[in-house]
């Protein structure tokens, strides 16, 4: 159990345009869903913290308003990079914290998407 | 703050050799500790964690880590390792009140074992 898919694995885009990531936990219901971003050797940095039914609670310096997070129910958190560059290229990683499980409890985190900006 | 160090970036060791991968913390407040895995391409996969009790937690694979509250440290052993533990590993905290937990991350040891 505790299953969380993310897709695409992979993308490629060009400079310019958006990228939606989707974040689904499969057979548990998450109220708290994470984004991580991973630099090549370097580890996770959150990005933002996404609770169902409200606003995303982003970490100091990343961009709202590039970075758009969108946590409609229980099972899904979609992470829109819009207008994307090639800086942005990277790992994105989601995890998800089971709904009614302790604010300690191990997170569940799906497989990454790497995304590539031409 | 609160940060975490794990001072080996990479650490090859043969087939069959002990290892250990350390991970230090610091933290004003009490801490919960994980040892995570990642594969390649993947997402990360939990190892084991301390929450409290037992200062010696195992996980089902044959590794172990020690909650030393001292030396905040959790160093993450292996007696003998195999090829398909090769991996990056990542040591995480949770810090904060209740409702507003966030985990921190060390920034990585990649395991490689050799052959």
């Given at each position: 159990?505790?299953?969380?898919?993310?897709?695409?694995?992979?993308?490629?885009?060009?400079?310019?345009?958006?990228?939606?990531?989707?974040?689904?936990?499969?057979?548990?219901?998450?109220?708290?869903?994470?984004?991580?971003?991973?630099?090549?050797?370097?580890?996770?940095?959150?990005?933002?913290?996404?609770?169902?039914?409200?606003?995303?609670?982003?970490?100091?310096?990343?961009?709202?308003?590039?970075?758009?997070?969108?946590?409609?129910?229980?099972?899904?958190?979609?992470?829109?990079?819009?207008?994307?560059?090639?800086?942005?290229?990277?790992?994105?990683?989601?995890?998800?914290?089971?709904?009614?499980?302790?604010?300690?409890?191990?997170?569940?985190?799906?497989?990454g998407t790497r995304l590539t900006v031409t | 703050a609160q940060s975490v160090t794990q001072l080996d970036s990479q650490v090859p060791v043969f087939e069959e050799a002990p290892v250990e991968l350390r991970c230090n913390y610091s933290s004003s407040v009490s801490v919960y500790l994980f040892w995570y895995v990642q594969y390649p391409n993947q997402g990360l996969q939990l190892l084991l964690k301390y929450l409290s009790g037992s200062t010696l937690v195992e996980s089902i694979n044959g590794f172990e880590a020690e909650f030393n509250k001292s030396q905040t440290s959790f160093h993450l052993r292996k007696p003998s390792v195999h090829i398909s533990d090769t991996a990056e590993y990542f040591c995480a905290v949770t810090v904060g009140t209740s409702g507003t937990y966030k985990y921190i991350f060390g920034t990585g040891t990649r395991l490689k074992v050799l052959a």
């Open positions: 159990g505790a299953v969380v898919s993310q897709h695409p694995s992979r993308v490629i885009c060009k400079s310019g345009t958006s990228v939606k990531i989707e974040c689904r936990s499969l057979d548990f219901q998450a109220t708290t869903m994470f984004w991580y971003r991973q630099f090549p050797k370097q580890s996770l940095m959150l990005m933002a913290t996404s609770n169902e039914g409200s606003k995303a609670t982003y970490e100091q310096g990343v961009e709202k308003d590039k970075f758009l997070i969108n946590h409609a129910s229980l099972t899904l958190s979609t992470l829109t990079v819009t207008s994307a560059h090639p800086e942005d290229s990277s790992f994105y990683i989601c995890s998800a914290r089971r709904a009614g499980s302790h604010s300690t409890s191990p997170l569940h985190f799906g497989n | -």
